[in-house]
């Protein structure tokens, strides 16, 4: 089956820093979405981009299909931003990544 | 749009006795509902997925004797952990696709199930 890896694992950044997730996937994939899983366990969807780039205000995506990944910026982030960031391939089904688990601290 | 409801958010029960966790879609209709499992600092794993009117398809490895899925209408599905066991404490996840449209899930908020 495909396989869907993150990195950086975990990630701690000072209030206002950016960063870039990362999102590896071993095959060909329909489409790509990415969630914030927060510290209450809530899944918020984020980003359902099969290829090419998407921003939401501080956040954006991008997807590069032909080469397997798919990246996740944060741009001046917030204390608010913590928890865990998934990935995850649609293939019929939702493969998630491994995670990556970002602190924020003020 | 598109919100899932999940209940309990929180159980602690006896070891032996059976847990039901309920998932509805509030606004939208969801012919196939999806049921995870996520431990501490691990990723989602998929159980099985729930189709309206049929029996739900169960992932390599998880009994479907234990796990009870049930989906009889558009809005609601209900997993049944049945003669819980400490193992099967765990945060159990539901979510739900739209009926038209492009495939994307919207996932409740999670039910938390601690086995005494």
């Known amino acids: 089956g495909i396989q869907v890896e993150q990195s950086p694992p975990d990630l701690i950044l000072q209030e206002g820093a950016n960063s870039t997730l990362r999102c590896n996937f071993s095959?060909?994939?329909?489409?790509l979405q990415w969630f914030h899983q927060n510290p209450w366990g809530q899944l918020i969807n984020l980003f359902y981009i099969p290829s090419g780039t998407k921003q939401n205000g501080r956040l954006s995506a991008t997807t590069v299909a032909t080469e397997r990944y798919s990246l996740l910026y944060i741009s001046s982030s917030q204390t608010t931003d913590s928890g865990v960031y998934f990935c995850a391939v649609v293939e019929g089904k939702l493969i998630f990544g491994t995670g990556t688990r970002l602190q924020v601290f003020p | 749009g598109a919100v899932v409801s999940q209940h309990p958010s929180w159980v602690i029960c006896k070891s032996g006795t059976s847990v039901k966790i309920e998932c509805r879609s509030l606004d939208f209709q969801a012919t196939t509902m999806f049921w995870y499992r996520q431990f501490p600092k691990q990723s989602l794993m998929l159980m099985a997925t729930?189709?309206?009117?049929?029996?739900?398809?169960?992932e390599q490895g998880v009994e479907k004797d234990k796990f009870l899925i049930n989906h009889a209408s558009l809005t609601l599905s209900t997993l049944t952990v049945t003669s819980a066991h400490p193992e099967d404490s765990s945060f159990y996840i539901c979510?739900?696709?739209?009926?038209?449209?492009?495939?994307?899930?919207?996932f409740g908020a999670g039910t938390r199930l601690s086995v005494l």
């Open positions: 979510s739900a696709r739209v009926l038209a449209g492009v495939n994307i899930q919207y």
């Open positions: 095959d060909s994939v329909n489409n």
């Open positions: 729930s189709n309206e009117g049929s029996k739900a398809t169960y």
